[in-house]
């Protein structure tokens, strides 16, 4: 069977399920949402808890607050060889990687155009993916006057969109971690927007999202999604706010900015 090259695995893809054989033989996760866009280099990827799927409305606050607290999304730039793609993050909502993000890639023998499987280093865990839009995505990487970054992937018809703050990476606990200690306005206050959306009539709408506050609302204009600058809308610090520009980066910037965070 041929090799998984890079430009097999551009696109949209959405994980079935995961399980993690070598730590917990009894453990599968069917229910997380999680999306990966892959574009050519740049990456996003969106983890959204069962209970963040649905109408919020009827949580407490504190489950709310666990439930955005666990969210996960990360971007960055990856690359394929010999079947194992490596992930860089240089953005990543839960803060510091434990763990470098390598996988070995295998083609689902009976499904060979739409499924994968991706098998942690060292058979940490097992993934199985399935290619939702096979059309080759543009990728961009952004930064904001603040020096947030954000990467956008998209197609004709959908987009993932990633922005958060790099320093995170290098702090040595997660968002998940300090919960209890803080507020869900904290919470929401310290988690960047992760956001998986389609195109309507020139509107770029949020579907998914670590944020629910976000899913609805348009958050960008479609038409200017190629443009040097974008300026995306939605909620920030906890409350809407004027409309916030970015510029885009080349990915050498875009790393430089990442790794040279204090």
């Not at 069917?30 to 649905?54: E, M, N």
Request: hydrophobic content about 35%; aromatic content about 8%.
């Amino acid at each position: 069977m041929a090799a998984i090259t890079e430009a097999d695995i551009r696109g949209l893809w959405r994980r079935d399920y995961i399980k993690i054989p070598a730590k917990d033989p009894t453990f599968e996760d069917h229910d997380t949402a999680v999306y990966w866009f892959q574009a050519d280099g740049l990456y996003a990827d969106l983890r959204i808890p069962k209970a963040l799927q649905d109408d919020t409305g009827n949580l407490t606050e504190h489950n709310l607050k666990a439930a955005i607290a666990s969210a996960e999304g990360f971007a960055g730039i990856s690359d394929v060889s010999h079947n194992r793609c490596t992930w860089k993050r240089f953005i990543n909502l839960q803060g510091p990687e434990p763990q470098p993000d390598i996988g070995d890639l295998a083609r689902d023998p009976e499904a060979l155009e739409t499924g994968m499987l991706e098998t942690g280093l060292d058979d940490a865990y097992l993934e199985y993916w399935h290619h939702l839009e096979k059309n080759a995505p543009e990728g961009r990487a952004y930064v904001s006057n603040e020096g947030d970054l954000g990467v956008l992937i998209h197609s004709r018809t959908h987009f993932l969109v990633a922005i958060d703050k790099p320093e995170k990476c290098s702090e040595k606990t997660t968002i998940k971690e300090q919960k209890e200690g803080l507020s869900l306005e904290d919470v929401i206050q310290r988690s960047g927007h992760y956001c998986l959306g389609e195109f309507m009539n020139g509107k770029a709408v949020v579907r998914l999202s670590n944020l629910p506050m976000l899913v609805g609302i348009e958050l960008f204009e479609s038409d200017n999604r190629d443009n040097a600058a974008l300026t995306f809308r939605g909620v920030w610090d906890g409350e809407e706010v004027t409309p916030r520009p970015f510029k885009t980066i080349n990915t050498t910037e875009f790393e430089n900015r990442a790794r040279n965070t204090p």
